[in-house]
């Protein structure tokens, strides 16, 4: 089982629309969770990241976490067609990055 | 603030072969992180330089080596390459050793391995 689980989609809505992105993970001990997104053909970005459980806005972006559960959530209100890009998300544990395989994500004009 | 710069971009390579990639970090950072991204396995972390010294390590065989130089820029070799070498090579900077909360990363370099 990889640490960090996403399903790699394509996901595909409207302008407009609410995105949901959710990732699953195994290990405890991470702390520090993170959103990047990725055009094609560029390097990741952050986007956003949060320590432990709890939410996180940034303008059109949520991020949400329930250690609870394992379970890691990016919200994108009113989507844009610019918003079209893979987003991975990420947990930290002794000073790795371990990322999930990305989602692609596509907002239909 | 220039960003990242990975040279080069693109990068064909034969089998057996070796090659060196390269990663200027933002001005100021002192530690560079290189990941490998694949379709298969997403992005994976090979190792963390900071400051010349090659803090962690990720679960690569010793074929792949890097080093950092008194300016952080570093450099990551990969000797005896195979087609599964095949990949993105991306590199991240960061002012903070290890936590990398807050890297920031190359564009990367494409290498394909023939």
């Known amino acids: 089982q990889k640490e960090v689980e996403q399903d790699p989609g394509p996901l595909s809505v409207p302008e407009g629309a609410i995105v949901s992105l959710n990732c699953t993970y195994s290990?405890?001990?991470?702390?520090?969770f993170m959103w990047y997104r990725q055009y094609s053909r560029k390097g990741p970005e952050l986007l956003m990241y949060t320590y432990s459980s709890g939410n996180k806005e940034d303008g059109r972006f949520t991020a949400q976490v329930d250690k609870s559960s394992k379970y890691i959530s990016l919200f994108i209100r009113d989507s844009q067609p610019s918003d079209s890009a893979t987003y991975l998300c990420a947990a930290n544990r002794d000073d790795k990055i371990i990322f999930g395989k990305g989602t692609r994500l596509h907002i239909l004009p | 603030k220039a960003g990242v710069t990975q040279t080069p971009r693109y990068l064909i390579k034969t089998r057996g072969q070796q090659v060196t990639l390269s990663c200027s970090p933002i001005?100021?950072?002192?530690?560079v992180s290189w990941y490998q991204q694949t379709p298969g396995q997403g992005l994976q972390f090979l190792f963390e330089y900071f400051s010349e010294t090659q803090r962690n390590k990720g679960n690569f065989p010793g074929r792949f080596s890097g080093r950092q130089f008194s300016n952080s820029r570093s450099e990551m070799n990969v000797s005896t390459l195979e087609l599964g070498d095949s990949a993105l090579y991306l590199c991240a900077s960061s002012s903070l050793q290890g936590t990398n909360t807050e890297a920031f990363f190359g564009q990367g370099t494409r290498l394909t391995v023939v």
């Open positions: 290990n405890s001990a991470f702390q520090y």
């Open positions: 001005s100021g950072h002192r530690s």
